[in-house]
Each structure stands twice: as structure tokens, then as C-alpha cells.
């Protein structure tokens, strides 16, 4: 028998394991108008909301000039926007606006209609189950930003 450790860590592993390789599968097999690392880059700002490049470049682990880059693509198509820091008149906040919004929900819809077909294989016990795992990994990641 194993160990609660063990089977906790098992079981955080199997999670990473499989959520990534759903990614990969859904990033496999669309064709999205946006690159993905600028959806992922929008993803985590609509997340997080305004903040820094410094930031989003800590967040991403990348360096900030390449932060600065992607940023900026995503400014010029009209994505995102900067303002002024209330905090600190120097810094910049970059938001997202609602056409990054709306460009990411498209890219979350593309993205989940490869999936689609899978799941609709399933029959209802099993999508069932997804449905209420879903809910406690959300569940999960609200506890998590409170702490």
C-alpha cells in the first residue's frame, strides 16, 4: 500500500501529466490566428489582470526585453493597452481590452473543439466525472490565490 505522501505526489504528477499532454494534443491539432505563446501571454493577463512587463516577464520566465516584444505585438493588433501605474508614475500596467478579450475566447474555443470529439465519446458517467474534476481544480486554483 502506498504511502498518503506517495499517492499525493503520484497524484499531482498524473494531473501535471495529463493536463499537459491535453495541451499538447489541443496545441497540436489547431489552427489558431493568434501564436500561442501571445495567447498564453493574453491568457495569463486576462488571469492576473494589469500588471508589469516586469511581471508578466517573471511570470512567463522570460527576460523583459523579450517581454517588451511580445507586449508590443500584442499592443499593435490592438490586444492589450498600457497605462500609467497609479502606484508609480515610471511603470506601465498592460491590461487586456476586449479585443483580447474576444480573441481569446476564440482561441479557447478553437482549442476546445479538438477536444470535443473525445469527449463526446465518453459516455455520461465519464463526462460526468470530468465535469466535477473540473469543478475541483478550479476549486484548487481559487485556494491558491488566496495563499
Do not use: W
Not at 18 to 37: D, E, H, M, S, T
Not at 59 to 67: E, R
Not at 98 to 114: F, N, T, Y
Amino acid at each position: 500500500m502506498t504511502s498518503s505522501v506517495s499517492a499525493g505526489a503520484t497524484l499531482s504528477s498524473d494531473l501535471l501529466s495529463a493536463v499537459a499532454r491535453i495541451n499538447r494534443l489541443a496545441n497540436q491539432r489547431v489552427r489558431l490566428a493568434l501564436p500561442f505563446a501571445q495567447a498564453r501571454l493574453l491568457a495569463a493577463i486576462e488571469d492576473q489582470g494589469a500588471a508589469r512587463i516586469s511581471d508578466l516577464a517573471a511570470l512567463d520566465h522570460c527576460s523583459q526585453p523579450t517581454m517588451t516584444t511580445q507586449v508590443r505585438r500584442l499592443e499593435d493588433a490592438g490586444l492589450v493597452s498600457r497605462a500609467t501605474d497609479p502606484a508609480d508614475a515610471r511603470a506601465v500596467l498592460i491590461s487586456i481590452t476586449p479585443d483580447g478579450v474576444e480573441a481569446l475566447a476564440k482561441v479557447r474555443a478553437d482549442r476546445g473543439a479538438v477536444i470535443d470529439p473525445y469527449l463526446a465519446r465518453l459516455d455520461d458517467a465519464d463526462r460526468q466525472t470530468l465535469v466535477d474534476a473540473v469543478r475541483v481544480m478550479r476549486r484548487l486554483l481559487d485556494d491558491a490565490q488566496l495563499h
